[in-house]
Nanobody, 118 residues
């Protein structure tokens, strides 16, 4: 099991930037794909971005492509989400997640709130 702790959320104006961090502890972080998800009030949790274990492959939701960048530092057991050109519709609780070798996500952080004002 991997324990995940997110940080870096906050209040920002539209057009601004934030960088989220997710610190991992536990076994085999560097061998696991990692992802970011978000959940806005009254909506289901949705996929935002994913990065493979080595950092060579990344995947993004269409809604954030070109604005968000996922990255990782395996030496620091940390994954990041750089968010630029933020929009009010990006307002949500953002969750970090670790994937099983099968690809499904089974470990989740507690979430960090991101609020974008117009």
């Amino acid at each position: 099991q991997v324990e995940l702790v997110e940080s870096g959320g906050g209040l920002v104006q539209a057009g601004g930037s934030l960088r989220l961090s997710c610190a991992a502890s536990g076994r085999a972080f560097s061998s696991r794909d990692m992802g970011w998800f978000r959940q806005a009030p009254g909506k289901v949790r949705e996929f935002v971005a994913r990065i493979n274990w080595s950092g060579e492959r990344t995947y993004y939701a269409d809604s954030v492509k070109g604005r968000f960048t996922i990255s990782r530092d395996n030496a620091k057991n940390t994954v990041y989400l750089q968010m630029n050109s933020l929009k009010p519709e990006d307002t949500a609780v953002y969750y970090c997640a670790a994937a099983l070798p099968s690809g499904s996500f089974n470990s989740w952080g507690q979430g960090t709130q991101v609020t974008v004002s117009s």
